[in-house]
């Protein structure tokens, strides 16, 4: 029975060929700035593949300290799309900077309505709900809603230890220059319940929904950016 189960998830993974998703597969290259200043590069790949759909991060430092540490860091998620929205499977993140190394996953038995997550410390068993993402996946269910115009734009995380809900707001409309030219793109905000650190995401339906620039402020004034090259 348990094969049954396996088999089945596995098919409903394939159930929406490429053609029919609501993001098409893409690639794309982008530059990473902190304060101003080129720290690394990243890369941000869909596809379908052959354990279900496949969205990847892979970010690493190349400049500076981050160069020096060679800080790198890839996040992998298997999902499915269900009702036009992505459903994570499987998610893994893997950090190194130095001789440290992190890693985190997040496992969701849709068949058996189980969620599994967990990092070096050990793992822990999360309330199950349909429609549950990762924090890697958050990015692409908010293009998606986004080009099928939804206005809620809300879901459920999981991560590491925990459940969170992530809420964005859209913000306006946004003209940005890369070094691939210069989009339209829709401006995106995350609405936090504490003042203080703030995410931005501006995304071009003219690239078929993908991100073009990210940007992370904290409290501290420290600024993270992520854009397209």
Request: net charge positive; proline share 3%.
């Given at each position: 029975m348990?094969?049954l189960?396996?088999?089945?998830a596995l098919?409903?993974?394939?159930?929406?060929?490429a053609r029919?998703?609501?993001i098409?597969?893409?690639?794309?290259d982008?530059?990473?700035?902190?304060?101003?200043k080129a720290?690394?590069?990243?890369?941000?790949?869909l596809?379908?593949?052959?354990?279900?759909w496949?969205?990847t991060t892979?970010?690493?430092g190349?400049e500076?300290?981050?160069?020096?540490a060679?800080?790198r860091?890839?996040?992998n998620?298997?999902?499915?799309?269900?009702g036009?929205?992505?459903?994570t499977?499987?998610?893994?993140?893997?950090?190194k900077?130095?001789?440290?190394?992190?890693?985190?996953?997040?496992?969701?038995?849709?068949?058996?309505?189980r969620?599994?997550?967990?990092?070096d410390d050990?793992?822990?068993?999360?309330?199950?709900?349909p429609?549950?993402?990762?924090?890697?996946?958050?990015?692409?269910?908010?293009?998606?809603?986004?080009?099928?115009?939804?206005?809620?734009l809300?879901?459920?995380?999981a991560?590491?230890?925990?459940?969170?809900?992530?809420?964005?707001?859209?913000?306006?409309?946004?003209?940005?220059a890369?070094?691939?030219?210069?989009?339209?793109?829709i401006?995106?905000?995350r609405i936090?319940?504490?003042?203080?650190?703030?995410?931005?995401t501006?995304?071009?339906?003219?690239?078929?929904?993908?991100?073009?620039r990210?940007v992370?402020?904290?409290?501290?004034g420290?600024?993270?950016e992520?854009?397209?090259?």
């Amino acid at each position: 029975m348990a094969r049954l189960f396996a088999a089945l998830a596995l098919l409903a993974a394939f159930a929406v060929p490429a053609r029919d998703a609501p993001i098409q597969p893409f690639k794309s290259d982008y530059s990473l700035v902190r304060n101003g200043k080129a720290i690394g590069r990243a890369h941000i790949e869909l596809i379908q593949g052959k354990d279900g759909w496949q969205f990847t991060t892979t970010s690493e430092g190349t400049e500076g300290l981050a160069g020096i540490a060679g800080v790198r860091i890839d996040e992998n998620s298997t999902f499915r799309w269900q009702g036009g929205r992505p459903e994570t499977m499987h998610y893994t993140y893997f950090q190194k900077a130095a001789w440290k190394k992190k890693n985190r996953r997040v496992d969701v038995d849709h068949a058996t309505k189980r969620i599994e997550a967990g990092d070096d410390d050990g793992t822990v068993a999360l309330a199950y709900a349909p429609g549950t993402v990762d924090r890697n996946l958050v990015v692409l269910a908010l293009a998606a809603d986004l080009k099928a115009k939804h206005d809620a734009l809300e879901y459920r995380v999981a991560d590491k230890r925990e459940i969170g809900t992530h809420r964005y707001k859209v913000v306006g409309k946004e003209t940005i220059a890369t070094a691939r030219g210069r989009f339209d793109c829709i401006k995106v905000e995350r609405i936090r319940e504490k003042a203080g650190r703030t995410t931005t995401t501006w995304i071009a339906p003219a690239l078929g929904y993908t991100p073009v620039r990210i940007v992370q402020k904290e409290p501290d004034g420290e600024t993270l950016e992520m854009l397209l090259r």
